[in-house]
């Protein structure tokens, strides 16, 4: 079946430009996260939802990021006010479940800001 | 808090050989699972093989294996006959098993594998 697909799949923005990342998860997965690919941090988590429970948010690194997972289904990300330091790629992430439940990726979405 | 350390930036192998990467964990937990995924140029980060903590024996998966040293809190892979599709970042990863964060997988930085023809 369909993977984790995530759109754009490369975005370049100017610095002060608001940005909306897409995630669209395995039909049927209740689990949903968002983790930012950085050279100078490595993977990090940022943020998830699960069903209709309150997500978790504290990796967010600042209050110009939020997100929203619209349905248990979609999920868009979203960079108000970008900075340089906001490049980086963005992973989503969906799961049956937790702990040991596989993670599927999608392909990333290449944050550029100029 | 729990950390992932990979000591190897890079490393490279012959094709049809065997190579092995490193991982330490720190944690006080008792029950966490521990992962290795594989990021090619596409980006898609892909399952390679997971261990649950509670489980003596080693994970393998065809040409894939695992030394889990739970004492010593390493977590190295094997690749065996070795392949250029194998040729990739690979993370070392780590998640809890209970309490409130067992879906917060935590990554070491990575080591690139470039598998040599």
């Known amino acids: 079946g369909a993977g984790v697909s995530q759109s754009p799949s490369n975005k370049v923005t100017e610095k002060g430009k608001d940005v909306e990342l897409r995630c669209d998860p395995i039909?049927?997965?209740?689990?949903l996260y968002w983790y930012r690919q950085s050279l100078g941090q490595g993977l990090e988590f940022l943020i998830y939802?699960?069903?209709?429970?309150?997500?978790?948010k504290s990796g967010l690194p600042s209050d110009r990021f939020s997100a929203e997972r619209t349905g248990g289904s979609v999920s868009t990300l979203t960079i108000q006010r970008t900075q340089q330091e906001d490049s980086a790629v963005y992973l989503c992430?969906?799961?049956f479940g937790q702990g040991i439940y596989e993670q599927y990726f999608g392909p990333g979405t290449r944050l550029t800001v100029t | 808090a729990q950390t992932v350390t990979q000591s190897q930036p890079e490393m490279s192998v012959q094709e049809a050989e065997t190579v092995t990467l490193s991982c330490t964990y720190d944690t006080s937990e008792n029950n966490y699972y521990l992962f290795w995924y594989k990021q090619p140029p596409s980006r898609q980060m892909i399952l390679v093989i997971r261990?649950?903590?509670?489980?003596?024996q080693n994970a393998t998966e065809n040409r894939f294996s695992v030394n889990f040293q739970k004492a010593a809190k390493s977590f190295s892979l094997k690749i065996s006959d070795s392949q250029l599709g194998d040729t990739a970042m690979y993370f070392c990863?780590?998640?809890?098993?209970?309490?409130?964060?067992?879906?917060?997988?935590?990554f070491g930085k990575g080591t690139l594998l470039t598998v040599n023809p």
């Open positions: 039909s049927g997965h209740t689990a």
């Open positions: 939802f699960q069903g209709n429970s309150a997500p978790d």
């Open positions: 261990q649950e903590a509670y489980k003596q």
């Open positions: 990863a780590f998640i809890f098993n209970s309490g409130g964060s067992n879906y917060k997988l935590t």
């Open positions: 992430a969906s799961s």
